[in-house]
């Protein structure tokens, strides 16, 4: 049996410097810090990284954009696609009240057919 004692860890705290009474006398201001120009500098992969981040993200967005203009768009076609065909139907109600029935017909189908030649 050896008479050898086992280190005790000892917990060693950082003794933080104590700071003494500011110059300008502006006690009650936080201390400030050493200026690191260097510090905000970060590698070559993280800004790459960063980059294929913000182009992906920048894609994402132009695609939402895009898909809500679209749907825009329709909304706007199928109105409009709307008011003409109420116009037409007010425009050969308004023929039917001068002229026979079967007239109307007649013009409504040419007029269907130069529509079809003239897309």
């Known amino acids: 049996m050896s008479t050898m004692e086992t280190p005790v860890e ?3 705290e950082k003794a933080t410097k104590p700071y003494g009474m500011r110059k300008n006398g502006m006690q009650w201001h936080a201390p400030k ?3 690191r120009p260097t510090k905000g500098l ?3 992969e993280q800004r790459t990284k960063e980059r294929a981040a913000m ?7 132009k695609e ?3 898909e809500k203009e679209e749907e825009r768009q329709r909304r706007i076609q199928a109105i409009r ?3 003409a065909k109420k116009e037409e139907r007010e425009r050969y109600e308004k023929m039917a009240e001068k002229m026979h029935r079967k007239r109307v017909e ?3 189908r040419k007029e269907k057919r130069n529509k079809l030649l003239n897309s």
């Open 10 to 12: 000892k917990k060693v």
């Open 33 to 35: 810090k050493a200026f």
């Open 42 to 44: 970060s590698s070559y």
């Open 55 to 61: 182009a992906q993200m920048k894609a994402k967005e």
């Open 64 to 66: 939402m954009k895009e």
């Open 81 to 83: 696609d709307k008011r």
């Open 106 to 108: 007649r013009l409504k």
